[in-house]
Nanobody
Framework: QVQLVESGGGSVQAGGSLRLSCAAS????????MGWFRQAPGKEREFVTR????????YYADSVKGRFTISRDNAENAVYLQMNNLKPEDTAVYHC??????????????WGQGTQVTVSS
């Protein structure tokens, strides 16, 4: 059974930082795109960032560019999201995602349950 388990969420004040982790199990994703989406209350799930299997290529939503950094460790079958200078509008449930074709409109094959990030002003 494939599982993606996120951790590292929490509550911070605006300007603070958090580091999310996603541990995959059940299969290796060392040759797959991995990334993060988020869903704020009352809004649709939105793309945040993704990273190629080698880590050489990354994509970010405009709203997080320059503040968030994605990385991965294929030996650990894990992906990470360093979030700096957090803003209240970053408040959301953050979902780890993996697999699927790495197209511009990426549709992951696997999803985690999510971890809550709350940023207060």
């Amino acid at each position: 059974q494939v599982q993606l388990v996120e951790s590292g969420g929490g509550s911070v004040q605006a300007g603070g930082s958090l580091r999310l982790s996603c541990a995959a199990s059940g299969r290796t994703f060392s040759r797959d795109t991995m990334g993060w989406f988020r869903q704020a209350p009352g809004k649709e799930r939105e793309f945040v960032t993704r990273i190629s299997w080698s880590g050489a290529t990354t994509y970010y939503a405009d709203s997080v560019k320059g503040r968030f950094t994605i990385s991965r460790d294929n030996a650990e079958n894990a992906v990470y999201l360093q979030m700096n200078n957090l803003k209240p509008e970053d408040t959301a449930v953050y979902h780890c995602a993996a697999g699927g074709l790495p197209l511009s409109n990426w549709r992951p094959a696997y999803w985690g349950q999510g971890t809550q990030v709350t940023v207060s002003s």
